[in-house]
């Protein structure tokens, strides 16, 4: 992974489907993308369980590798998971149509952010670009300069949305430690259920 200073970002989507298509990219959902995806596929929640994996964590994956993790991992009674988009003809993103996705106004802001990570950089001013994307995307450094506002503004709700999903998980892996851990169907009922309280206007 590289990084840019904001100023210099420019990118605009060829709509090449590589990144939708691409073996090494697992586009792993947060509780508000899974609430979207939802929302998108008219609340059939059995529906969206046949779109979505469970990326299985091995027990043995030592500290360093579990901290390099955007998304917290899951312990559920069926082991230890990340939700993240089903893959079809090997490589192919569950809701590609070529050469379009299918749910494009709801797609996980992993999607949205492509071929930008957000993650959390030393500096504010600087963004990661995902792995290997300066190789294979053909939009980065094409279109007018990206403006530096609507950046920040992204990393921003990015990062907190990715905290208050690992805290929602943190509290899950806590009650799972107790003895009783839900199963992945349970994990993703709950997310829905956490997503639509977090998403409605508070009171006050
Ligand atoms: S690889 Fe880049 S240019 Fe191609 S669809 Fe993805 S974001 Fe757009
Ligand atoms: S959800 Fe849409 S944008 Fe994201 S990988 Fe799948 S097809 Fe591509």
């Known amino acids: 992974m590289s990084s840019s200073k904001l100023q210099e970002v420019r990118f605009k989507c060829q709509q ?17 993308d899974m609430y979207n995806l939802y929302q998108a596929l008219e609340n059939d929640f059995d529906y969206l369980l046949k779109k979505i994996s ?20 899951i312990q559920t009674s069926e082991g230890e ?3 993240s988009l089903r893959k079809v003809k090997a490589s192919n993103c569950v809701f590609y149509t070529k050469p ?29 670009w995902a792995k290997n994307s300066q190789k ?6 094409k279109g007018k300069p990206l403006s530096l506002n609507r950046l920040i503004q992204e990393k921003k709700t990015t990062l907190e949305v990715i905290k208050t ?4 998980i943190h509290e899950l892996n806590t009650e799972a430690a107790k003895g ?14 956490y997503a639509e309280k977090f998403s409605s206007p508070k009171e006050g």
């Open 54 to 73: 469970f990326y299985r964590i091995e027990s043995d994956v030592n500290l360093v590798s579990r901290k390099k993790l955007v998304l917290s991992s």
């Open 16 to 32: 090449s489907g590589h990144c939708c298509c691409d073996p090494k990219i697992i586009v792993t959902t947060t509780f508000l």
């Open 81 to 83: 998971i990340i939700p």
């Open 180 to 193: 009783e851990p839900l199963t992945a169907r349970e994990v993703l009922w709950m997310f829905i259920v």
């Open 100 to 128: 379009n996705c299918s749910i494009y106004q709801s797609r996980p802001q992993a999607c949205k952010n492509y071929p930008i990570t957000f993650l959390e950089s030393k500096s504010k001013n600087q963004i990661i």
């Open 165 to 168: 999903h690992n805290d929602l």
């Open 136 to 141: 294979t995307c053909p939009g980065i450094g």
